[in-house]
């Protein structure tokens, strides 16, 4: 059973920082692109960053140079450390799998950002 489980989400002031994980189990993790997106009410889900199964890296322009994403292959564990968090970049964050048809969706993390 393909499971993505996010954590790490919570209330954060402009400026400060979070790191969400996301734990994966039910398949080959190390063989998948894995990729964190967010979505506000109303909006369609939207990327912010993938990494591929050899390490490659791809940000949105919205989070280049705030964000990194990483992957820790023995962990089965994808992880988004957001820095300098902006009020725009408060969502419900999801952990993505996908390698060519598969798909795979975790249940989100909220992510506040408010003084």
């Known amino acids: 059973q393909v499971q993505l489980v996010e954590s790490g989400g919570g209330l954060v002031q402009p400026g400060g920082s979070l790191r969400l994980s996301c734990l994966a189990s039910?398949?080959?993790?190390?063989?998948?692109?894995m990729g964190w997106y967010r979505q506000t009410p109303g909006k369609e889900r939207e990327l912010d960053a993938f990494?591929?199964?050899?390490?490659?890296?791809n940000y949105e322009e919205f989070v280049e140079g705030r964000f990194t994403i990483s992957r820790d292959n023995a962990k089965n564990t994808v992880y988004l450390q957001m820095n300098s968090l902006k009020p725009e970049d408060m969502a419900v964050y999801y952990c993505?799998?996908?390698?060519?048809?598969?798909?795979?969706w975790g249940q989100g993390t909220q992510v506040t950002v408010s003084s």
């Open positions: 993505n799998a996908r390698l060519g048809v598969r798909n795979f």
């Open positions: 039910g398949f080959t993790f190390s063989s998948y692109r």
């Open positions: 990494i591929t199964s050899s390490g490659s890296l």
